[in-house]
C-alpha cells in the first residue's frame, strides 16, 4: 500500500485535524476543514481593509440636501450631487432635475411661438418654417412610392388572405379567362390610389372585378346604400382609367348568371384558354 506523504494540519477556525495531501501544502497557509469554516474565515480575514482588493475604502461627502456627512464610494468621487437616503434623492430629483435644471432642457418656446408654415393651420411647432406631425404625414402620403409601400405593409402585417368566397371567385374567372384575372388582396399587383381591388386584369386590360360581402358593405355597417357604394367604387377607379364590376357574395349562388354578367363585362373570353382547348383537341 502506498504511504501517504502528506501532513495533518489543523483547522484556523475550529481546530479540527485534517490531511493535506504533499502536493497542496505549499499553496496556501491557512487550512478550513468544510465549507462553514471557510465562509466565516473569509468573513473575518479578508472582509473590508483586511481583503486583498481594499483601494482605501469610501470617501466623506455632504448631503446635497440635509448637509449630513456620509460616506460614498471612491467611483463616486466626480459626482455632483449626493444623498443620504431615499428622501434627499426625491427632493434633489425635483429640486435639480425639473425643467430649467434639466440638463437637457431647450428653451425652444420660452421667447417665440412658431407655427406650421403650411395655409390654414394653426397648429403650434417647436421651430421655425417647421410642418406639424399631420401636414408632414400628408405630404408624405401624396406619394405614390410611400403611399403603396405604406398599405403593402399594413396588409402583410395584418396577415390578410383571401377568404372562401374569393377563391371561388377565382376558379370561376380562371374558367371563363384564363390567366387574364389575378387575386390582388394583397395589394401585390396593383394599387390604386388608397384602394386596393379584389381581381385585377393582367392581360392588357384597365379593368378590376370587386367582391362585396353582403354584410360588410350593406347599410348597417357603411351608412351608405349598396348603390351608392357601388357608384362610390367605380367613380374612383374611373378617375385613374380603370373600368370596375362589382359582384355582390349572394350572386355566387347563380353560377350562370354571373358568368354571364362577367362574360358581359370583359367582352371575350381567353384567347389563351381557346388556344389550349385546341391544343388539348389536337
Given at each position: ?13 475550529c ?29 473575518v ?5 483586511k ?19 456620509i460616506?460614498?464610494?471612491k ?24 425643467r ?82 389575378k ?51 367605380i ?23 354571373l ?10 373570353k ?5 388556344k ?7
Open positions: 500500500m502506498r504511504k501517504k506523504t502528506g501532513k495533518i494540519v489543523n483547522c484556523i477556525i481546530g479540527g485535524k485534517i490531511y493535506k495531501p504533499k502536493h497542496l501544502l505549499h499553496l496556501e497557509n491557512v487550512y478550513y476543514c468544510n465549507r462553514v469554516c471557510y465562509t466565516i474565515a473569509r468573513s480575514f479578508y472582509s473590508g481593509k481583503g486583498g482588493n481594499y483601494q482605501g475604502g469610501g470617501i466623506i461627502k455632504k448631503c446635497s440636501i440635509c448637509s449630513k456627512m460616506e460614498v464610494k467611483c463616486r468621487r466626480f459626482s455632483k450631487l449626493f444623498y443620504c437616503s431615499n428622501k434627499c434623492k426625491y427632493e434633489g430629483l425635483s429640486k435639480y432635475y425639473n430649467k435644471n434639466a440638463s437637457g432642457y431647450i428653451d425652444g418656446r420660452s421667447k417665440k411661438q412658431y407655427y406650421c408654415k403650411e395655409k390654414n393651420c394653426n397648429n403650434k411647432v417647436c421651430k421655425k418654417e417647421n410642418r406639424c406631425c399631420s401636414c408632414s404625414t400628408s405630404l408624405k402620403w401624396k406619394n405614390k412610392e410611400y403611399r403603396e409601400k405604406v398599405i403593402r405593409n399594413t396588409l402583410k402585417a395584418s396577415f390578410v388572405s383571401p377568404n372562401r368566397q374569393e377563391k371561388r371567385l377565382d376558379r370561376i374567372l380562371n374558367k371563363l379567362f384564363f390567366g387574364d384575372y387575386l390582388n388582396v394583397k395589394g401585390e399587383i396593383l394599387i390604386i390610389g388608397t384602394k386596393v381591388p379584389d381581381f385585377v386584369n393582367v392581360n392588357g386590360q384597365k379593368k378590376v372585378i370587386e367582391l362585396y360581402g353582403d354584410y360588410w358593405h350593406s347599410e348597417k355597417v357603411t351608412g351608405i346604400s349598396k348603390d351608392k357604394e357601388e357608384k362610390n367604387r367613380k374612383y377607379f374611373k378617375k385613374y382609367g380603370y373600368k370596375t364590376l362589382i359582384i355582390w357574395e349572394h350572386e355566387l349562388k347563380d353560377i350562370n348568371k358568368k354571364q354578367k362577367i362574360i358581359k363585362f370583359n367582352g371575350k381567353s384567347k389563351l384558354l381557346d389550349l382547348l385546341e391544343n388539348k383537341n389536337n
